[in-house]
């Protein structure tokens, strides 16, 4: 046995509303972990039984899946949604918080997989082992606030869910899929996929007991993790004022992302700062954790309130970095309150932040710039620092009404229609929005973003803690800031297979990552499932994640093509403000390194990693890899 | 069009003096690889930078150090535009009177999404009913 699992997988078919209860199997948690991990290799099955389908295709499979860690172990509040996205159009995960993951596992289930389509809108109610699909035409259409309130009313508090706003209804490629405490499943369109399916929800219950490997073990380590992540600077960061302190960190260093990229110093992002935010809106207790139950000493979600004349009383959460770099450092709006509104609206609809952030402030460029006129905004000013030109943005992107009918695709798409020049400023990665660690300060952030499996995301190696010094790694050899483009590798690779290895175990980076050493990591692991691993284990599980994800790429049609960096990083310069001057300027000589390092160069050598990794033999035969 | 030759990895004669003019795309591709100083505005168009008489891409071994994300125009060569003569395969290369018809009808059809893409860029005319007539002509030797 298994500790930390349920044990079994289920797969709901809404186009014939039939139910499968699968094994969960050990060789696979052996080798992928869990969460998108697993969630790979349920992909690829179906893959090789039903492929090739498109994201928007009933036989594309939605994943929601936990890790072993997940509900047992400190930190270990994660849970994720995999499947084909219909923006990179590669294998894609998201990862999210709360208690959705941790309510599946104790009604029985390490995962659901979510198959077919329906004709009607539906919502699945998993409540501990018995599993309803229900109609939910009456919730069609509704926000997720809505949705959530109507799940508490009808089912009961102990119920969680998941759900997507209008966003998700209509398919906009940066829908994304909410929890009802309002933590985002946000990036590559998979809310859209659900949204596909016509499923609108996810409403869960469970309170069976999860066993683990050794319970008393494991108690001692948690205890002991949750009084450490206090006692680190980066904990008690996070623990006062979120992510959000990132704002007032990049002030000193350079690296806000201002109005699109373009500036590093603003007047405006001194109101934007956590810390004035909190002082000045900050509501007691100030923080939550993600979840009631959740193990956590952190608690890094922020609590506000205002009461203001345009938008009324709010009371919840406040925003965090990558929302008020994207809602409001990217689109010049300096007001506090129009970005939690921002946030508010971008969770109420469905919507990702950082995605959303970052249309609008192409939009807004691409206006001041004439590729866009007043008649084609629909008589909208799109200038920087409109509130109302966002606000209104906002709501037209989730209801593709108007010019939000093409910013809904993406700065990808939208930048391809109108052309004139746009592409230059659409900042994108395999059509994935950058978010917002700039990689012209923190170069190795450069390769992060181009290689990333899943498009420009900042968690799947986030050497921009590395860079700037927040964060070492001793036990894998990262002792400080890296000098060299071949440090900058090697902190990328070591850092992405940890990524893997967090996201697919259940394990939140925040209080692991500056926290704890991987030895400490790999002794909850082992303590949890049983399953014995030492550092170099969990790299090597990682390790094996991230070629499980790369392999599905290439298989699904992806090259080494789509690991392209914005031009504007590496050409562009920011003129003003603390790091003026710098580009990604050894991008090209990491790229190929990195691409040595990892067996990426020729086909033959990305097989013989796959062999090397163990997965050849759990994946048995596979079909012609082609790497460029 | 010939991708991966074993004789062009001792050869390098189309590096020389390189005039190679790069489309948009080409520019944008290889910036986003990382890729700075490599173009410049040489009589009306962007071409490729030569570096001690060679491209600045060829590296000590005579290889092309971005070869999986060259321009466009490297990948349709041998097989050239001229604007008297239409579609024709450069003398200058050794393998130009040996190409394979199978290799000719792909590289016609690179040539046709390069001259487009000049079209594009550089609002460059292209007389396509010479081109046709000449593809044609090649094809049937």
Known sequence: MIGGIAGRILHVNLSTNSVVVEETKREVVEKL?????YAAWIFYNYWRKEGPFDAFSGKNPLIFMTGPLTGVSAFGAKACVASRSPVTRGF???????CFGVSLKKAGFDGIVVTGKAERPVYIVVDEGRIEVRDAEHLWGRDTFEVFNYVQKVH???FKAIAIGPAGENLVKMAAIVTSERRVAARTGLGAVMGYKKLKAIVVRGSKHIKVYDESVLAELNRAWLTRARQTPRGRSLSDYGTAAMVSIYMATGGLPIKNWTLYAWSGSEKLTGQYIMDKYGKGPRRRVCGEGVLCSIA???VVEYVDERFG?????????????????MTMISDPVAVIKLNELCDKLGLDTISTGAVVAWAMEAYEKGAITKEEAGGLELKWGSVEAALKLVENIAYRRGLGALLAEGVKKASEVVGRGSERYALHVKGVEVPYHDPRLWKSMGLVYATSNRGACHLQGMTYHVDRGALKLPEYGIEGP?????ERVKAVIVTQNLCAFLDSAGLCKFGTLGVVDFDFVAKVWSAATGIELDKYGVLRAGERIWYMARFLNYTLGLTNHDDAL??????????EGPGAGSVCDDFAVMLELFYRERGLESSENFVKKLAETGLLDLLGGIGEIRVW | MLENNEYCKKCFKCCINTQMILTRSDIERLVSRGYRGFYELRDGFYRLVNKNGKCIFLDESGLCRVYPVRPIGCRSYPLVYDEEEGVVLDPLCPLSKSVKREELAKGIQLLEQALRELEETYSYGVDWELFRKSSAKLLSK
């Open chain 1, 33 to 37: 972990i869990g969460g998108y991990g």
């Open chain 1, 92 to 98: 894609s995960w998201s990862v999210f918080s709360g």
């Open chain 1, 156 to 158: 009961g508090r102990d």
């Open chain 1, 300 to 302: 890094c979600e922020r």
């Open chain 1, 313 to 329: 009383h709010y009371e919840g959460k406040g925003p965090e970095y990558e929302s008020i770099a994207g809602l409001g450092l």
């Open chain 1, 482 to 486: 890296p000098k060299t483009s071949a």
């Open chain 1, 566 to 575: 914005p031009a504007r990083f590496i050409e562009e310069p920011v003129k």
